[in-house]
Every structure is written in structure tokens, then in C-alpha cells.
């Protein structure tokens, strides 16, 4: 039990931030757009690497250093391109998509974004696969590990579970069209932001 709460928390003080993932999570459940869906692929795409992690597939980032920064400017392209089609969404004249049919976001293209966000970005990497699982190599046995990692993926679902549910309820407030836009506003603004410190990081990366 206790290896399973030190990884509760551990992963709790990685994953409480506003990055990517919670962002997305956040957005689409306000919009009421797959944010159940949305929040459960996210979990999975952490349990899954979090896993790898502590399984000890942690030195991969080290040994191949150029997967990092092809990652990263994979990330950096993506974020960017998605934070001004949202910026763009926000500036349209057309009613935002909210309260739709959840046809208005089909399920492949959703689950497509998911996996974008949760996949694209070297954060989730090296808070995932090299942190949990390199603290995880401080345990001797295979089973402390895995209690360990269970306690870290445990934090991961109660999280983008309970984001999705509370933006879910605040969206009743919202369910108008200014605050979508403005919603949508924010969101593209703080994805661009994301994009220049990751492409900062990126940039460093190259002359480690």
C-alpha cells in the first residue's frame, strides 16, 4: 500500500498543471464533445506508459536521444497548428459546435486527437516513462514496481475522470455561444504558449 500511494503522488504532482492533455480533456468537456471518451483514452495512453516505464524501458530516451527531439518537433508542429485552428474557431462568425449532436466530432476523429495529444508530446514521456519509471528502479522487485506504477495510473484516471466530469456540469453555465468562443479563444492561446516553451525545449535538446 504505501508503494501504491508514493506513486498516487508522485504522479499527482507531475500531472496537476495545465498541459496538453488536461487542456483537451478540459475544452471538450466543456463543449460537450466525447469528453468521457476523450478523458479514458487519455488515462489508457498513461496506464500504457507507465507501464513501459517501470518495466524499465525508461533509459530508451537516453540511449536514443534523437527519438526525443523528433518527438518533440512532431509536438511542437501539432500544438501549434491546432492552437490557431482554435484561435480561428474562436474569430468564425459560426455558431461553435457545443451541445450538438456528438456526431459534430466523429469518434475516429476524436480518438485521433486523443492519441495526438497524449502521444505528441515528450512531457508525457519523460513525467511517465522516464520519472515514474526511473524512481520506480529504486525497488527491487518487479511486483513493488508494478504496485508502484498502479498507484501512479490510479492517479492518472481519477484525474482526467474528474475533469471530465466537473467541466461536464460547469458547461450548463456556459451553454451559450459567446462563452464557447471565448472558451476557444483561450484554449488556442494557451496551446500556442505551450507549443514556444516545448519548441524552447526542443531547441536546448538539440545541444545536450
Known amino acids: 500500500m504505501n508503494h501504491f500511494i508514493e506513486g498516487f503522488l ?3 504532482s507531475l500531472i496537476i498543471a495545465l498541459g496538453a492533455q488536461t487542456l483537451f480533456v478540459l475544452e471538450s468537456s466543456l463543449k460537450k464533445q466525447h469528453g ?32 526525443k527531439l523528433i ?3 512532431f509536438g511542437v ?14 474569430l468564425s462568425t459560426k455558431n461553435p459546435e457545443h451541445g450538438k ?19 505528441l508530446n515528450p512531457h508525457v514521456y519523460l513525467d511517465t516513462v522516464v520519472l515514474i519509471g526511473g524512481y520506480s528502479a529504486k525497488f527491487p522487485s518487479l511486483y ?40 476557444s479563444l483561450i484554449a488556442g492561446l494557451i496551446l500556442l504558449a505551450l507549443a514556444w516553451k516545448l519548441g524552447a525545449d526542443v531547441y536546448r535538446w538539440r545541444y545536450l
Open 101 to 119: 449532436n456528438p456526431s459534430t466530432k466523429n469518434i475516429k476523429q476524436v480518438i485521433l486527437l486523443s492519441l495526438s495529444f497524449s502521444l
Open 10 to 12: 508522485l504522479q499527482a
Open 144 to 183: 513493488d514496481r508494478s504496485i508502484f506504477g498502479l498507484g501512479a495510473a490510479s492517479f492518472s484516471t481519477l484525474w482526467f475522470l474528474g475533469l471530465s466530469a466537473f467541466s461536464a456540469m460547469l458547461s450548463r453555465f456556459l451553454n451559450n455561444r459567446e462563452a464557447m468562443k471565448k472558451i
Open 71 to 73: 518527438v518533440g518537433i
Open 36 to 67: 468521457l471518451l476523450i478523458a479514458l483514452i487519455c488515462s489508457a495512453c498513461d496506464f500504457i506508459l507507465i507501464a513501459v516505464g517501470v518495466a524499465g524501458a525508461a533509459t530508451v530516451f537516453i540511449q536514443i536521444p534523437s527519438l
Open 77 to 90: 508542429s501539432f500544438l501549434g497548428y491546432y492552437g490557431i485552428k482554435k484561435i480561428l474557431e474562436s
